[in-house]
């Protein structure tokens, strides 16, 4: 069975990925709130994104190679996400794999492990 980094294209498409989320990210007027949780500039986000992507789909854990241990609920803490925010990510990230024609099984596959880990950024209601 393959890795979702796999069915991704590997590298070339996680980082596809990472870049198209942050895209969509800042073209929906539903996802202001979180939007306005970044920078201006996406790119040092997408990045790390792309970095934590990789590992997280079954590719080289490249954000530990260089960050060390991530823990994604403190970085996040310091932003009021309820489940509002989470969803506007979700729906953004949906978006993504659609417009990077991602394939049904990858889609399927990724949906309950892509809820948990918004999921896990919620820290109000």
């Not at 539903?30 to 306005?36: F, H, V």
């Not at 949780?37 to 994104?49: N, Q, S």
């Not at 990230?93 to 918004?118: C, G, R, T, W, Y």
Request: charged share 25%.
């Amino acid at each position: 069975m393959s890795t979702p980094y796999e069915l991704l294209g590997g590298e070339s498409g996680v980082r596809a990925l990472a870049n198209e989320l942050y895209k969509v990210m800042s073209q929906r007027t539903e996802a202001s709130t979180i939007r306005a949780m970044h920078a201006k500039d996406t790119t040092e986000v997408a990045e790390k994104l792309f970095m934590f992507l990789s590992g997280w789909l079954g590719g080289p854990d490249l954000y530990f190679q260089k960050h060390g241990t991530v823990c994604l609920s403190s970085q996040h803490a310091r932003f009021d996400i309820g489940s509002d925010e989470r969803d506007q990510w979700l729906r953004c990230m949906d978006q993504a794999l659609v417009n990077l024609n991602a394939s049904d099984e990858l889609i399927h596959m990724l949906k309950e492990p892509v809820f948990n880990l918004a999921e896990m950024m919620r820290n109000a209601e």
